[in-house]
């Protein structure tokens, strides 16, 4: 598409604008921004089904590995790169509710990237993607905290709640007990980011 160079390099200049520690050191942002286009997300399913245990990051149920969705935990819509560490897998159902929502169960992500984040990061490496657990941390807490910022609306299992503190309820690693959400976003994603 012929327009297509003209809004990367818009988006490139308007990454590097508003975010550029985002991206830390990566020399080339254009290359970190556009060429993980190409990244084969086929490849990452299997990785992901074996990690989950063959389950639904969301709801916890059993999914066929082919009907599984790789999906962005932090939107493709919200931060367009491929990062090894926001990659989850998710069945039919749940994937087509969160859209472009961020989650409101930011803890099981951060506990699944504490236990898994080494392995995940070493096996989508070798496919190309970028595999820095810090990367990922630092767009999900300015994912998080924009979203808090714009009291926008966190998906929690086809309910919609804010960013802010207002949503409760259960993610899978939480048998049903209820938690705030934004006490919990900072403190672990946070200690995880070098200085
Ligand atoms: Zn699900």
């Known amino acids: 598409m012929a327009t297509r160079p003209r809004v990367q390099g818009a988006w490139v200049r308007y990454v590097r604008q508003q975010?550029?520690?985002?991206?830390?050191?990566t020399a080339d942002l254009h290359e970190f921004l556009f060429g993980s286009e190409r990244n084969d997300l086929a490849r990452v399913r299997p990785v992901l089904l074996d990690l989950?245990?063959?389950r639904c990051f969301y709801c916890n149920r059993g999914i066929v590995g082919e009907t599984a969705h790789v999906d962005h935990f932090v939107a493709w819509a919200r931060y367009p790169v491929d990062l090894a560490h926001n990659?989850?897998?998710?069945?039919?159902?749940?994937?087509g509710k969160k859209r472009d929502r961020l989650p409101a169960c930011p803890p099981a992500w951060t506990e699944r990237n504490a236990q898994y984040g080494a392995q995940l990061g070493d096996a989508?490496?070798?496919h190309g993607i970028v595999g820095e657990l810090a990367t990922s941390n630092r767009v999900a807490q300015w994912a998080y905290?924009?979203?808090?910022?714009?009291?926008?609306?966190?998906?929690?299992?086809g309910r919609d709640g804010t960013a802010g503190g207002d949503v409760a309820g259960p993610d899978p690693s939480m048998n049903g007990k209820r938690r705030r959400l934004?006490?919990?976003?900072?403190?672990?994603?946070?200690?995880?980011?070098p200085t």
């Open 87 to 95: 990659f989850v897998l998710a069945d039919s159902r749940c994937n």
């Open 145 to 157: 905290a924009q979203t808090e910022a714009a009291h926008g609306l966190t998906w929690l299992r």
């Open 19 to 25: 975010n550029l520690t985002l991206v830390g050191e």
């Open 182 to 193: 934004s006490p919990d976003i900072s403190p672990p994603l946070a200690h995880r980011v």
């Open 124 to 126: 989508l490496g070798q």
């Open 52 to 54: 989950q245990h063959g």
